[in-house]
């Protein structure tokens, strides 16, 4: 049901709730999509329209929320946000084959990277969060360019240089980020272990920071913990649930040793579990508080699921 127009000198923003209108935090709540995006996607794209109170308070209508919701099925099948309005004012089924800004921007970014633009890098990236929600610029962006660089890396002069060089960058950006939210939420972490065995786990960190998006506290282990020592760390910080990503064979007997007297639950995410399908499989069984995702995204949907962020 649309919410009562508001009054025409205005009415304040008390009222206006009292009304059925949506402040901004609630729609970033509702629908994942941060304030600043939300407030990019109006002034840059003309995507949302809300209404203002006189002192200059957005406000939103269910019907703005829905729109926001057939934005971000756009976004989601890699439509870039530029062409998202026309689409969604025609209520065309299908954009027109048009330049992949997704691809372009992966390039801009690979050059940068390839040069150790350290601020180019980061210039790029600040002006892509700024317009997509994080699960999104995950999935088109950040997945994708991953997957491109790692293929670049394969046997090019230089390629540790730029491996170093890119993912301490991704490392200390979301690092820093994550620190900044923490500080400003309370309640039980969730808490992630880089059991890869490898330095600068990339996917660990952006599955951090999809959680610390969400307003989830997050605490990093960004190396793998032996027998023992993570039910240590689970009895200190007393997380909300622990996810265990690894790229990398696993020890099943040693790892259902090391989730033994751990009782919140628990995911383990990675290629990993490709690789150990059927003998995780087993483990979930014996163990009804853990369970297993092939992706960093399939881990996160499955921690929303499951009320965990």
Same mark, same amino acid.
């Given at each position: 049901m649309k919410p009562a127009l508001l009054d025409e000198p205005g009415e304040d923003l008390a009222l206006a709730l009292e009304n059925g209108w949506l402040p901004i935090r609630e729609v970033a709540r509702q629908t994942g999509v941060n304030a600043v995006t939300l407030r990019a996607w109006e002034r840059?794209?003309?995507?949302?329209?809300?209404?203002?109170? =006189?002192?200059?308070?957005?406000?939103?209508?269910?019907?703005?929320?829905?729109?926001?919701?057939?934005?971000?099925?756009?976004?989601?099948?890699?439509?870039?946000?530029?062409?998202?309005?026309?689409?969604?004012?025609?209520?065309?089924? %299908? =954009?027109?084959?048009?330049?992949?800004e997704w691809q372009s921007l992966r390039q801009h970014l690979v050059s940068a990277i390839s040069e150790l633009a350290e601020r180019r890098v980061d210039d790029a990236f600040n002006q892509a969060m700024a317009l997509y929600p994080p699960r999104t610029l995950c999935e088109q962006l950040m997945l994708p360019l991953l997957n491109e660089l790692e293929q670049r890396w394969q046997g090019q002069f230089g390629a540790q240089m730029e491996r170093v060089f890119f993912l301490s960058w991704l490392r200390s950006k979301f690092g820093a980020r994550i620190y900044h939210n923490n500080r400003q939420l309370h309640g039980a972490p969730l808490l992630l272990v880089n059991h890869s065995d490898l330095p600068l786990e990339p996917h660990l960190w952006l599955s951090a920071w999809l959680a610390s998006s969400a307003d989830c506290p997050v605490e990093v282990f960004d190396w793998p913990l032996p027998v023992g020592e993570l039910a240590l760390a689970v009895e200190h910080l007393q997380p909300r649930?622990?996810?265990?990503? &690894? &790229?990398?064979?696993?020890?099943?007997?040693?790892?259902?040793?090391?989730?033994? @007297?751990? %009782?919140?639950?628990?995911?383990?995410? @990675?290629?990993?579990?490709?690789?150990?399908?059927?003998?995780?499989?087993?483990?979930?069984?014996?163990? =009804?508080?853990? &369970?297993?995702?092939?992706?960093?995204?399939?881990?996160?949907?499955?921690?929303?699921?499951?009320?965990?962020?």
């Open positions: 840059r794209y003309g995507l949302i329209v809300p209404q203002r109170t =006189p002192k200059g308070h957005r406000l939103f209508s269910a019907e703005h929320v829905q729109r926001i919701q057939a934005i971000l099925t756009w976004l989601n099948r890699g439509v870039p946000v530029s062409q998202v309005k026309g689409l969604i004012d025609s209520a065309q089924g %299908s =954009p027109e084959p048009m330049e992949n649930a622990v996810l265990l990503y &690894s &790229s990398k064979a696993l020890q099943v007997p040693a790892l259902s040793k090391l989730l033994g @007297g751990i %009782s919140c639950p628990t995911v383990i995410a @990675g290629p990993t579990v490709c690789i150990h399908h059927a003998e995780l499989g087993v483990l979930t069984q014996d163990i =009804p508080e853990l &369970s297993v995702a092939e992706d960093l995204l399939s881990a996160h949907q499955l921690l929303i699921q499951r009320g965990i962020v």
